[in-house]
């Protein structure tokens, strides 16, 4: 029996799955899993000072090759709903597409690799494994998801020969790029410490705005690196400055900013932090440096014969060869690639995470076509 990756994801996109909350989104694709022959088995995490997350395990076949999709069920919040031309929970349907929360990231692309899968396993001629790793948490902390459901997996004794993850990876037609890797993501926080006073008596106070803009001009003042042969230059964006201060006649007597840095394979985090201290400390204005830990490095899947399985596939499908790329943000992908090789591939994203979040409908079929061409020419 076949699940039509329309019903399916309009389902999923039903369930108000706003991370950490999972509304029933993993029961919908287990049940569907389940009717089709795949053991299931859905994996709650917690840690302290987090909350609770539900995972599913899904897997048919006992032998290898084990081609197993990633991906989340979880989404971010959809914001004002009176914005939204159609309720972003109802996945209406009109002029083609289908609309709702979750639709392109990335509800649209499990709902395409389910429905692909459960087809392959109806028509018998599964010569190996094929599984699932869903997680409630990649739009939050990550903490207890896939990364957590690896190691339990592990634990088990499963292992995965390849890995797609179903994220939006099209940029302007669908299958035109392939993620073969992803920069690393690093968070830091920039303190400097002043006098607060009134503001008109400067001689009494220190204020500590200027040394903190002088020191943000020292991160940003020449790039980090001019990139790699497989990854974009390395950037530091200054996401946040703040005092706290809300009156116009006091001097603060602290400043903080907020960094982001997308780093390539030249770069582990030790590495920038060295070099962010060093351009600091140049400066010459007293700071503190404060990094969050970091559980998103730089790594490449090096293309080779699986790299080349699917993109012969996107290319029988579509006529068009597609691209292979390491830019964008982080994904789960970042976990997967310390168990086996791990390729991205998806809908279009230009909608995700916006108002009016939508994907077509042919482009929804298109990409489940091209799953099953990917599953016919990998277990053949």
């Not at 179903?166 to 400097?192: F, M, Q, Y």
């Not at 006649?249 to 920038?272: H, M, S």
Request: glycine share 10%; charged share 25%; hydrophobic share 40%.
């Amino acid at each position: 029996m076949t699940f039509p990756s329309l019903d399916l994801c309009r389902a999923l996109v039903r369930c108000p799955s706003v991370t950490p909350d999972d509304n029933g989104a993993l029961g919908v694709l287990d049940a569907a899993l389940s009717k089709a022959g795949f053991a299931t088995q859905k994996i709650t995490f917690s840690a302290h000072g987090t909350p609770y997350v539900e995972n599913l395990y899904a897997r048919i076949g006992t032998g290898p090759p084990y081609l197993v999709f990633a991906g989340h069920t979880d989404v971010v919040p959809p914001g004002d709903a009176a914005r939204w031309r159609f309720d972003p929970f109802a996945a209406e349907v009109a002029e083609g597409a289908v609309f709702g929360r979750g639709t392109a990231d990335m509800k649209g692309g499990i709902a395409a690799f389910a429905a692909a899968a459960c087809a392959k396993v109806a028509r018998g001629t599964l010569k190996g494994s094929l599984g699932f790793l869903i997680t409630g948490d990649e739009e939050g902390p990550a903490i207890n998801g896939t990364e957590k459901l690896l190691r339990w997996a592990h634990d088990k004794g499963e292992r995965f020969d390849h890995c797609i993850v179903g994220e939006p990876t099209s940029t302007k037609t669908l299958g035109d790029t392939i993620k073969i890797g992803r920069r690393g993501s690093l968070n830091a926080t920039l303190t400097v410490k002043g006098r607060q006073g009134h503001s008109a008596y400067p001689e009494r106070a220190d204020n500590p705005i200027p040394k903190l803009i002088r020191l943000l001009d020292a991160q940003i003042a020449a790039p980090l690196d001019d990139g790699t042969k497989d990854f974009d230059p390395s950037n530091l964006e200054i996401v946040s400055v703040d005092t706290g201060n809300p009156a116009f006649n006091v001097i603060p007597g602290e400043a903080r900013a907020r960094l982001n840095i997308r780093f390539n394979d030249r770069w582990v985090p030790q590495a920038l932090e060295g070099e962010l201290r060093h351009r600091l400390d140049a400066a010459g204005a007293k700071y503190r440096l404060e990094l969050e830990p970091c559980n998103a490095l730089a790594f490449l899947t090096k293309p080779g014969p699986f790299t080349e399985l699917v993109a012969s596939a996107v290319e029988k499908k579509t006529g068009q060869r597609p691209a292979l790329s390491t830019s964008g943000g982080t994904s789960d992908a970042r976990f997967i690639r310390a168990y086996c090789p791990v390729l991205e591939l998806g809908l279009l994203g230009q909608t995700a995470h916006m108002v009016d979040e939508h994907i077509a409908i042919a482009d929804l079929e298109g990409l489940s076509e091209i799953y099953a061409a990917i599953l016919e020419a990998y277990f053949s």
